[in-house]
């Protein structure tokens, strides 16, 4: 079994560093970096959007190669990261002051070269003899004209062959400075979901369909109609452009007689990919994954819904065999220590960026731990339940925000605080992927293809269990309408919607959940064929069984369609000056608990494999051949505001502070494997040495009991399997 402890650090260059530092400037940072245990380096810097500062090419790649010397000097690996195709171009007072204030966020400024102000304004560089960088750009359909981002700017197209030679030509530029790893950012098309129309595109969506793209007279009827088959095949060639752009990037440097890092990361999971953006589509180019976890998202009310997007990391890592990252916006030890406490809890890697700087002296600290610890990235989670990801029904259908995203968050998170673990099907696994989980869900599949209904009914027929949410299957891949997909489940059922429902309650092999009353749902209409009512509002069916009690079917009953009931990740802009306060408005985590989460370990049918019940502790499990099992238990105890109470970036971490309180109360797990455990030892960056954590073995599993006094905010348990069987 092969240990990665890879440990990535930021390395900010800004005007300071390409302008003036010399090589022993550094040198001297990447001595900083070698002392905090990071072996790789990812630039970062106000220059992201490299087309912006074409004119200063031969500073920023000077600078870069000085990087790269200093770190090979302390076999530090370099991957350079910057924005493929992205532009400032701010047409407004109001847009050149969101350019000042990020910039200045990241300790920099418009005037940090001169005449960049000018440049931007007015800039339009000839990249090749003839060829202006305006020549690449995305085109709106809409209208004809140059596709504007998100950004204030402008990007150029993937398919465009002068944009492509341009950007190839500098990353041999790149190349030669040594560099071991290079993350091409921001592969997307933007113009609101309208781009990319230019001449290259309608040349090659016409080559590939046989279909031509509407002219902006007619984009109006085009645009957004799902029910249209050339739509549907224009959003797919839109992410063939961009996961084909990436290919080609790894090809490029491969005939350079190069082998290349390629860490990339999306900063959500199980959202519409609107952008075309080809993260999971190239997944097998990555040589890590990560998910960007929000800069302006408040830490303290984010970390919900960041565990989702871990579960998903951590399934495409494993199943591309590379570790699994996430990057955190901290600013001081609580905050990093709690951040990487739940890196380690998700098994991933952490890399900590505070926007133009970095947290060496924290780090540092961490450091000897990280060594002595390593995450093995190629450990297999103690999962109970697995999630279907419907990747084609978030891309490929309308309203994938009601129908999918608000159900799959409201399940995922209302399991995480029940105590269950997941683990993620994407859409091409094999049966036997599936057959792994005991239970699997689906939440808003509208979109399958004849293949995945027969592999779900496969699933059932070799005793798995599903549990499906909303309508599903009722689109073939080329968005066309399929009638009655439950067929396959022997039975037809209509599922129409419902204002308001009544207090109810779904029963199921003998135990029941309460469900409150909902203000907008949907319900079961007709019901034909072989199947069980499962759940009331009422007089309302919400809930049906079917396939010798195989599937159980969820119309509506579940607060998913209002954002309050499931929106953790609360945000305050950092790119102002002084970030304020704000009043948290949300107190979900007792209802989806008792209601999606009950629902969940109701049809489970058993216990977790791993859990801690007293609520306070983030817990997950590890095994590893070789290795025995790890636990990563994080207290979470008074992190989450409560509804009312002010919260802002500066909150202190309590339990994370240097001296914290250790547990006033012991601290019980209870392990559900059928191994013999031989003993458990607890480690954490708090104290030094191990500490034994006594441990009974009953049939079925083991319950290991934290001593009081012990930790305050992380704690790592190792066990080692065979004799003896219990410890007092």
Same mark, same amino acid.
Not at 558 to 583: A, L, M, N, V
Not at 640 to 646: A, N, S, T
């Given at each position: 079994?092969?240990?990665?402890?890879?440990?990535?650090?930021?390395?900010?260059?800004?005007?300071?560093?390409?302008?003036?530092?010399?090589?022993?400037?550094?040198?001297?940072?990447?001595?900083?970096?070698?002392?905090? $245990? *990071?072996?790789?380096?990812?630039?970062?810097?106000?220059?992201?959007?490299?087309?912006?500062?074409?004119?200063?090419?031969?500073?920023?790649?000077?600078?870069?190669?000085?990087?790269?010397?200093?770190?090979?000097?302390?076999?530090?690996?370099?991957?350079?990261?910057?924005?493929?195709?992205?532009?400032?171009?701010?047409?407004?007072?109001?847009?050149?002051?969101?350019?000042?204030?990020?910039?200045?966020?990241?300790?920099?400024?418009?005037?940090?070269?001169?005449?960049?102000?000018?440049? @931007?304004?007015?800039?339009?560089?000839?990249?090749?003899?003839?060829?202006?960088?305006?020549?690449?750009?995305?085109?709106?359909?809409?209208?004809?004209?140059?596709?504007?981002?998100?950004?204030?700017?402008?990007?150029?197209?993937? #398919?465009?062959?002068?944009?492509?030679?341009?950007?190839?030509?500098?990353?041999?530029?790149?190349?030669?400075?040594?560099?071991?790893?290079?993350?091409?950012?921001?592969?997307?098309?933007?113009?609101?979901? #309208?781009?990319?129309?230019?001449?290259?595109?309608?040349?090659?969506?016409?080559?590939?369909?046989?279909?031509? &793209?509407? =002219?902006?007279?007619?984009?109006?009827?085009?645009?957004?109609?799902?029910?249209?088959?050339?739509?549907?095949?224009?959003?797919?060639?839109? +992410?063939?452009?961009?996961?084909?752009?990436?290919?080609?990037?790894?090809?490029?440097?491969?005939?350079?007689?190069?082998?290349?890092?390629?860490?990339?990361y999306a900063a959500g999971a199980f959202g519409c990919n609107a952008v075309a953006y080809p993260f999971?589509?190239? $997944?097998? &180019?990555?040589?890590?994954?990560?998910?960007?976890?929000?800069?302006?998202?408040?830490?303290?009310?984010?970390?919900?819904?960041?565990?989702?997007?871990?579960?998903?990391?951590?399934?495409?890592?494993?199943?591309?065999?590379?570790?699994?990252?996430?990057?955190?916006?901290?600013?001081?030890?609580?905050?990093?220590?709690?951040?990487?406490?739940?890196?380690?809890?998700? #098994?991933?890697?952490?890399?900590?960026?505070? %926007?133009?700087?970095?947290?060496?002296?924290?780090?540092?600290?961490?450091?000897?731990?990280?060594?002595?610890?390593?995450?093995?990235?190629?450990?297999?989670?103690?999962?109970?339940?697995?999630?279907? %990801?419907?990747?084609?029904?978030?891309?490929?259908?309308?309203?994938?925000?009601?129908?999918?995203?608000?159900?799959? #968050?409201?399940?995922?998170?209302?399991?995480?605080?029940?105590?269950?673990?997941?683990?993620?099907?994407? !859409?091409?696994?094999?049966? %036997?992927?599936?057959?792994?989980?005991?239970?699997?869900?689906?939440?808003?599949?509208?979109?399958?293809?004849?293949? !995945?209904?027969?592999?779900?009914?496969?699933?059932?027929?070799?005793?798995?269990?599903?549990?499906?949410?909303?309508?599903?299957?009722?689109?073939?891949?080329?968005?066309?309408?399929?009638?009655?997909?439950?067929?396959?489940?022997?039975? !037809?059922?209509?599922?129409?919607?419902?204002?308001?429902?009544?207090?109810?309650?779904?029963?199921?092999? $003998?135990?029941?959940?309460?469900?409150?009353?909902?203000?907008?749902?949907?319900?079961?209409?007709?019901?034909?064929?072989?199947?069980?009512?499962?759940?009331?509002?009422?007089?309302?069916?919400?809930?049906?069984?079917?396939?010798?009690?195989?599937?159980?079917?969820?119309?509506?009953? @579940?607060?998913?369609?209002?954002?309050?009931?499931?929106?953790?990740?609360?945000?305050?802009?950092?790119?102002? %000056?002084?970030?304020?306060?704000?009043?948290?408005?949300?107190?979900?985590?007792?209802? =989806?608990?008792?209601?999606?989460?009950?629902?969940?370990? +109701?049809?489970? $049918?058993?216990?977790?494999?791993?859990?801690?019940?007293?609520?306070?502790?983030?817990?997950?499990?590890?095994?590893?051949?070789?290795?025995?099992?790890?636990?990563?238990?994080?207290?979470?105890?008074?992190?989450?505001?409560?509804?009312?109470?002010?919260?802002?970036?500066?909150?202190?971490?309590?339990?994370?502070?240097?001296?914290?309180?250790?547990?006033?109360?012991?601290?019980?797990?209870?392990?559900?494997?059928?191994?013999? *455990?031989?003993?458990?030892?607890?480690?954490?960056?708090?104290?030094?040495?191990?500490?034994?954590?006594?441990?009974?073995?009953?049939?079925?599993?083991?319950?290991?009991?934290?001593?009081?006094?012990?930790?305050?905010?992380? &704690?790592?348990?190792?066990?080692?399997?065979?004799?003896?069987?219990?410890?007092?």
């Amino acid at each position: 079994m092969k240990s990665i402890q890879d440990k990535y650090g930021v390395f900010w260059y800004n005007q300071e560093q390409i302008c003036r530092w010399r090589q022993e400037d550094f040198d001297r940072k990447a001595a900083e970096f070698a002392s905090a $245990g *990071i072996n790789i380096v990812m630039t970062f810097s106000s220059t992201h959007f490299r087309w912006s500062f074409y004119p200063w090419r031969k500073e920023i790649v000077s600078a870069l190669a000085k990087i790269v010397k200093a770190c090979h000097r302390y076999g530090i690996r370099v991957v350079e990261h910057h924005s493929c195709h992205l532009t400032h171009n701010p047409r407004s007072k109001k847009e050149w002051n969101i350019v000042n204030n990020h910039l200045r966020t990241r300790r920099s400024a418009l005037d940090m070269f001169p005449g960049l102000k000018e440049h @931007i304004a007015g800039g339009d560089p000839e990249i090749a003899p003839g060829v202006f960088l305006s020549d690449c750009r995305q085109i709106d359909g809409r209208t004809g004209d140059f596709a504007r981002t998100v950004y204030n700017g402008y990007g150029h197209c993937f #398919n465009n062959p002068h944009f492509r030679k341009a950007y190839f030509d500098y990353l041999e530029e790149v190349y030669a400075t040594g560099v071991d790893g290079i993350m091409t950012d921001d592969v997307a098309y933007f113009g609101s979901q #309208n781009a990319c129309t230019c001449r290259y595109c309608r040349e090659k969506f016409k080559e590939e369909t046989g279909h031509d &793209l509407p =002219l902006p007279a007619d984009w109006g009827k085009f645009h957004g109609n799902f029910d249209d088959p050339v739509y549907i095949a224009w959003l797919r060639f839109r +992410l063939r452009s961009t996961e084909r752009f990436q290919r080609d990037v790894n090809a490029h440097f491969k005939s350079l007689g190069l082998d290349l890092l390629r860490p990339n990361y999306a900063a959500g999971a199980f959202g519409c990919n609107a952008v075309a953006y080809p993260f999971e589509e190239a $997944g097998d &180019l990555w040589s890590c994954v990560f998910q960007e976890n929000m800069f302006s998202s408040v830490i303290r009310t984010a970390w919900p819904g960041w565990h989702s997007v871990a579960e998903h990391r951590k399934s495409m890592a494993k199943k591309y065999h590379v570790p699994a990252m996430s990057m955190f916006y901290p600013a001081r030890f609580d905050d990093y220590y709690f951040c990487w406490s739940l890196a380690r809890a998700w #098994n991933q890697l952490l890399m900590a960026s505070p %926007e133009g700087g970095d947290l060496n002296g924290v780090e540092k600290q961490f450091a000897s731990f990280d060594a002595d610890h390593p995450v093995v990235t190629d450990a297999s989670p103690l999962t109970d339940i697995g999630f279907f %990801e419907p990747r084609s029904s978030l891309d490929l259908t309308p309203e994938p925000l009601k129908n999918i995203i608000w159900p799959m #968050n409201v399940f995922l998170q209302g399991g995480m605080f029940a105590g269950l673990h997941f683990g993620i099907l994407f !859409e091409n696994d094999p049966l %036997e992927e599936f057959l792994k989980y005991p239970l699997v869900v689906l939440c808003g599949a509208v979109m399958l293809s004849d293949d !995945e209904l027969r592999l779900l009914k496969r699933y059932c027929e070799e005793g798995g269990h599903l549990l499906i949410f909303g309508p599903f299957g009722i689109r073939n891949p080329d968005g066309s309408r399929r009638a009655a997909p439950e067929k396959i489940f022997g039975l !037809e059922a209509e599922i129409v919607s419902a204002d308001a429902l009544p207090e109810g309650v779904f029963s199921c092999g $003998g135990r029941s959940v309460v469900l409150p009353s909902v203000e907008e749902s949907f319900r079961f209409g007709s019901v034909t064929g072989d199947f069980e009512t499962v759940a009331s509002c009422g007089e309302a069916a919400v809930g049906i069984s079917a396939f010798n009690g195989r599937v159980v079917w969820l119309a509506g009953g @579940i607060r998913c369609r209002r954002p309050e009931h499931h929106y953790y990740d609360q945000r305050i802009s950092r790119w102002t %000056e002084h970030p304020g306060k704000t009043t948290f408005g949300i107190d979900a985590e007792d209802y =989806l608990r008792r209601v999606p989460g009950a629902i969940l370990r +109701l049809l489970l $049918g058993k216990k977790p494999r791993v859990q801690c019940g007293d609520g306070d502790h983030l817990v997950s499990a590890y095994s590893a051949a070789g290795r025995g099992i790890g636990i990563h238990l994080v207290n979470v105890s008074g992190v989450l505001p409560r509804k009312g109470e002010e919260f802002s970036h500066g909150d202190l971490f309590v339990n994370f502070l240097p001296g914290a309180e250790k547990n006033k109360d012991s601290v019980k797990i209870e392990l559900a494997v059928s191994e013999k *455990i031989g003993g458990a030892q607890a480690f954490s960056p708090e104290f030094s040495g191990a500490v034994s954590v006594p441990f009974r073995c009953e049939d079925g599993g083991v319950t290991l009991t934290v001593p009081a006094g012990t930790f305050s905010g992380y &704690l790592n348990i190792q066990l080692t399997m065979g004799r003896p069987t219990s410890s007092k």
